[in-house]
């Protein structure tokens, strides 16, 4: 690589990270403005789609967003309501219920479980010896600090800002979601102008993938959350469990931030049920029932209904929870999986942004024959091996053959020209291609000799001798019967062969970039040789401009199809064998005709 092209990647790398942490600062330093703002953007994504029920229903656009908004805080509010009567209740009770938790820690370890009480002990010893000022603390008169009294106008004004800025706070996101679902035409199309006319595609396809990726995620994520939160006051209540509600809408909440909402969210009833309950039972039924619901929810019923709609890999939302709690606090943990499919988003149709999509979309890192080649530089020849047999279930034979291991091979091929990789890995590559292809070519039925045959011819090259096993193994796998010319023999043997066993068919075989020439040489010696030889080359190459070009002076050189994937080659070998077979059939009949004027008169 060039030293000017280094320098520059080493440039725009700094000014990447100077970018991230400039814009990771403002995000941090405009936390008041803008987290409002993200929380309006995201509470509008969700009620978007009743308003759009609304606008279909004819009803005009300030009723929409009206019933809309009436709704949502009917219903929080109601909820809420029922929830803040029991906690005000259960805020009455803690001091009871800590006592009677406390009572039953005591009476625990107090028990006649000797282990637990000798381990005890010997934490207490080990304790004292490793603090050997341990009886100087003790015997310590202790220190209180006394923060000097507030004046009553200084307490006046704490508790009026305590409960002004967050109400505050809860009325600005509120006009912001009316505005934005009555206005969300003009502000996107101010946001198309904005970002001019000449991105109006990418915009628009921005806009609109992000919007049905968080709305939809988002409305099915609130009505899984609400059903298991029901299920969980349920339970509870069945179990014992009192303010069974408090913990199904405490659960309801808590399972939007991703990973731990559900654990917190039994932490809190399983505790209440340690306390109050004599023995263990209530507890670990309280546990259970989470962790089955948990489950069941996680693994069956979310997969099942969200699929890939978030677009987001389980890694980048784990890492983008920590960023979003890190940066905005509780608060951006509850934001964490909608503002992360917006930024997967973005990277997938902004080209400057491309590196988001790598880092947050859910989509491979690595295409599958890069990574197939990339394990085989490594050296891991068994999760090779399992990529290579995990794509061929899902691609078929020819499938893995056409997308993986001959892409692989081009691969080593380029590196291997440009001295990238050495002699042993381009071997090592080839062979455990080879071994692959071996044991594909084993597990298919072997085609009965029949009346077509077809002729495979290779050029030297250590990766043209395997896509030639590629396509013998294909070609099988169609019911042809196939002959290979052997790896010793000349190209005028090779000729020698065509003309001899005169075949329905010829495949000359080249995916080396260097090997163009030695097939276009065997071209031109066939069809020189046998005019009516059927000529069918597979030329596999990267490049589509080199690729148009090859096709061009292969048929040139003689060839009648070329094809540049096994596929291909396939259904242009049926089309040469059904002519071939058309013309014999009319041979045939030529000469039987030929034979018997009389009845053909007749």
């Known amino acids: ?100 938790m406390r009572q039953k820690a005591t009476e625990l370890r107090a028990g006649s479980n000797a282990a637990f009480k000798q381990f005890t002990r010997t934490v207490d010893r080990v304790t004292e010896q490793l603090d050997g000022h341990a009886s100087e603390l003790r015997a310590a008169q202790p220190v209180r600090v006394v923060a000097s009294g507030l004046s009553p106008v200084e307490r006046l004004r704490e508790k009026a800002a305590a409960i002004f800025e967050p109400l505050a706070s809860a009325v600005i996101v509120l006009v912001l979601v009316a ?29 609109d993938e992000a919007a049905q990726r968080v709305s939809r995620y988002l409305v099915a994520q609130t009505l899984v959350n609400i059903c298991l939160g029901a299920l969980v006051a349920a339970g509870l ?16 909440v808590l399972r939007f931030v991703p990973y731990v909402g559900t654990t917190l969210s039994a932490l809190l009833p399983a505790a209440l049920a340690f306390a109050i309950f ?58 964490a999986t909608p503002l992360t499919v917006c930024i997967a988003v973005l990277g997938r149709h902004v080209k400057s942004l491309r590196f988001l999509a790598v880092l947050f979309a859910d989509e491979p890192a690595l295409q599958p024959h890069v990574g197939y080649y990339q394990r085989l530089l490594a050296r891991d020849e068994d999760e090779a091996n399992a990529l290579a047999s995990r794509m061929a279930a899902e691609l078929g034979a020819v499938g893995v053959m056409d997308e993986v291991l001959i892409p692989a091979l081009r691969l080593a091929e380029q590196h291997y020209s440009r001295s990238e990789i050495s002699q042993e890995d381009m071997d090592f590559v080839v062979e455990a291609t080879a071994e692959i292809v071996v044991q594909i070519r084993a597990r298919q039925q072997k085609p009965s000799p029949g009346e077509t045959g077809i002729l495979l011819v290779g050029t030297s090259g250590c990766a043209d001798k395997v896509v030639l096993e590629m396509l013998a193994t294909a070609m099988e796998g169609n019911g042809h019967a196939v002959t290979t010319v052997g790896e010793n023999e000349t190209a005028a043997e090779a000729v020698t062969r065509v003309v ?18 030695q097939a276009r040489g065997h071209c031109r010696r066939i069809r020189s040789a046998l005019p009516s030889a059927r000529l069918l080359v597979l030329r596999p190459l990267p490049d589509m401009n080199d690729t148009a070009r090859s096709i061009g002076r292969m048929k040139e050189a003689g060839a009648d199809r070329v094809a540049i994937t096994l596929r291909q080659a396939i259904e242009q070998a049926a089309q040469l064998l059904d002519r071939a077979a058309h013309r014999r059939r009319s041979n045939e009949r030529e000469v039987d005709v030929a034979a018997h004027p009389q009845t053909s008169n007749a």
């Open 1 to 100: 690589m060039p030293h000017t092209q280094v320098v520059t990647r080493i440039n725009g790398a700094w000014v990447s990270l100077f970018a991230v942490v400039l814009v990771t600062v403002l995000l941090w330093a405009a936390k008041d403005v803008l987290l409002p703002l993200a929380l309006g953007i995201i509470l509008a994504f969700m009620l978007s789609p009743l308003v759009r029920l609304f606008d279909k229903a004819k009803l005009p656009r300030f009723a929409s967003v009206t019933l809309t908004m009436m709704l949502a805080l009917g219903s929080v509010g109601g909820a809420g309501y029922v929830i803040a009567d029991q906690f005000a209740d259960l805020a009455t009770q803690v001091t009871r219920y800590t006592s009677q």
């Open 237 to 252: 209540y069945w179990i014992g469990v009192p303010y069974a509600a408090l913990w199904g809408g405490l659960t309801a």
């Open 179 to 207: 505005f934005m679902l009555g206005q969300r035409e003009d502000l996107r199309d101010r946001l198309i102008r904005l970002t001019g006319t000449d991105n109006v595609i990418v915009t628009t396809r921005l806009l």
């Open 278 to 335: 004599p023995g263990w039972t209530e507890t670990l039924q309280t546990l259970g029932m989470f962790l089955i619901l948990d489950l069941t929810t996680g693994y069956f019923i979310e997969p099942l209904l969200f699929g890939r709609r978030t677009g987001v890999s389980s890694f980048a939302l784990l890492v983008s929870a920590l960023f979003w709690i890190w940066v905005w606090g509780p608060m951006g943990l509850l934001l």
């Open 500 to 517: 001899t066993s005169r075949p329905d068919l010829t495949c000359v075989v080249a995916v080396s970039s260097t090997r163009g020439a």
